[in-house]
């Protein structure tokens, strides 16, 4: 598999949970409650810092780091917003993982999220940072799983739980 695509998958399903806000609109800043999302289509650039990869294929290295930019939807398919995110290794290698941050651009205001993400496996975690605008106040957890078998982390099913 290509280094992008295993990189896109487990930082794509972690910070994709942060869109999950998007479904509950709403002016004031979330009550305790559980909301999905599905993220999909992203668009990714990976950055290979010294000492470069030698392919492709190769794990990333500690430092290398990524860029990407998802839309996200609801069960129902509409259009939920946009997630910018960065991430970078931390550790590298076969059992590389690293730090991600994101903010999720939605009509009413955004969403801020942060997570540990690793190479391996499909089950992310992390929490919801803050808020602004609606979403002043938003605290929470995060959970992605990216679904077995998609190129690149799409889509990703996601969960987060809003604390009141």
């Given at each position: 598999?290509?280094?992008?695509?295993?990189?896109?998958?487990?930082?794509?399903?972690?910070?994709?949970?942060?869109?999950?806000?998007?479904?509950?609109?709403?002016?004031?800043?979330?009550?305790?409650?559980?909301?999905?999302?599905?993220?999909?289509?992203?668009?990714?650039?990976?950055?290979?810092?010294?000492?470069?990869?030698?392919?492709?294929?190769?794990?990333?290295?500690?430092?290398?780091?990524a860029?990407?930019?998802?839309?996200?939807?609801?069960e129902a398919?509409?259009?939920?917003?946009?997630?910018?995110?960065t991430?970078?290794?931390?550790?590298?290698?076969?059992?590389?993982?690293?730090?991600?941050?994101?903010?999720?651009?939605?009509?009413?205001?955004?969403?801020?999220?942060?997570?540990?993400?690793f190479?391996?496996?499909?089950?992310?975690?992390?929490?919801?940072?803050?808020?602004?605008?609606?979403?002043?106040?938003?605290?929470?957890?995060?959970k992605?799983?990216?679904?077995?078998?998609?190129?690149?982390?799409?889509?990703?099913?996601?969960?987060?739980?809003?604390?009141?």
């Amino acid at each position: 598999m290509h280094r992008t695509a295993i990189i896109a998958g487990s930082v794509v399903a972690a910070l994709a949970t942060g869109g999950v806000l998007a479904v509950s609109g709403g002016a004031q800043a979330p009550t305790g409650q559980t909301i999905k999302l599905v993220t999909k289509n992203c668009k990714f650039k990976f950055i290979d810092v010294p000492p470069k990869g030698k392919s492709r294929s190769a794990p990333p290295g500690s430092g290398d780091s990524a860029v990407f930019s998802c839309p996200a939807f609801d069960e129902a398919g509409a259009r939920a917003g946009t997630l910018e995110a960065t991430s970078t290794f931390t550790k590298g290698g076969k059992s590389a993982r690293g730090v991600a941050t994101g903010v999720y651009d939605l009509a009413n205001g955004n969403i801020y999220a942060s997570v540990l993400f690793f190479i391996k496996g499909s089950t992310t975690t992390g929490v919801i940072t803050g808020g602004d605008g609606a979403y002043v106040g938003a605290r929470g957890t995060i959970k992605s799983f990216d679904r077995p078998g998609e190129k690149g982390g799409d889509p990703s099913d996601d969960t987060l739980t809003l604390l009141p």
